[in-house]
């Protein structure tokens, strides 16, 4: 059984629709949904040149202040409320964990055989489920998807993100999140 279900659909170039489905507790979503980030964020920073510059995004993530609107645009590209009609192009996955790692199961929709263009989408995908969540998630929960971004982002640029280590720096990443909101690091 899935832990989470996600659908990232491009219904225009400048439109991005974001749905995330979680079969965890009520007092488990934002958890499970950090970590599903963490796992769709280190698979995209695995590419090459795009996921660098991503990893560099990550990493340079700042907190939200209290209070403070979160965007609804990554560049020209607009977060928009997911439609049946889905779109031309998009990713869906699903993560599983598997001896308390997590495992996602991605699929990118729309791509063609040789997956032109994924490298341009992927990592605003990324951004937009970060926007997404954190527009969903308490302020600890926003302290930890932010954290989680930033170790995603660092674990990236410094090349401990690859094939067989995705599930792992993704794991760590969260737990480095979490163990700062408990040391009370958290705003």
């Known amino acids: 059984m899935s832990e989470a279900h996600l659908e990232i659909w491009f219904p225009s170039p400048h439109e991005v629709s974001v749905f995330v489905e979680t079969a965890t507790p009520p007092h488990m979503r934002e958890v499970t949904e950090v970590r599903l980030f963490a796992a769709f964020a280190a698979r995209v920073v695995n590419l090459r040149a795009d996921g660098q510059v991503l990893a560099r995004a990550l990493a ?32 869906e996955a699903q993560l599983k964990l598997k001896a308390n790692l997590p495992f996602l199961r991605l699929k990118s929709r729309g791509f063609g055989l040789r997956g032109l263009g994924v490298g341009f989408y992927a990592p605003t995908a990324t951004l937009a489920l970060l926007l997404h969540l954190l527009q969903r998630h308490s302020p600890e929960g926003r302290f ?14 410094a090349g401990h993100i690859g094939r067989t280590t995705q599930a792992r720096a993704s794991a760590a990443a969260v737990s480095g999140a979490v163990a700062a909101l408990y040391a009370g690091l958290a705003p």
Request: glycine share 18%; proline share 11%.
């Open 60 to 91: 340079e993530m700042e907190h939200p202040e209290d209070g403070a609107d979160i965007p609804q645009r990554i560049g020209e590209t607009r977060l928009v409320p997911p439609t049946p009609s889905r779109g031309r192009k998009g990713f």
């Open 144 to 157: 930890v998807l932010i954290g989680t971004a930033r170790n995603i982002g660092g674990l990236g640029l």
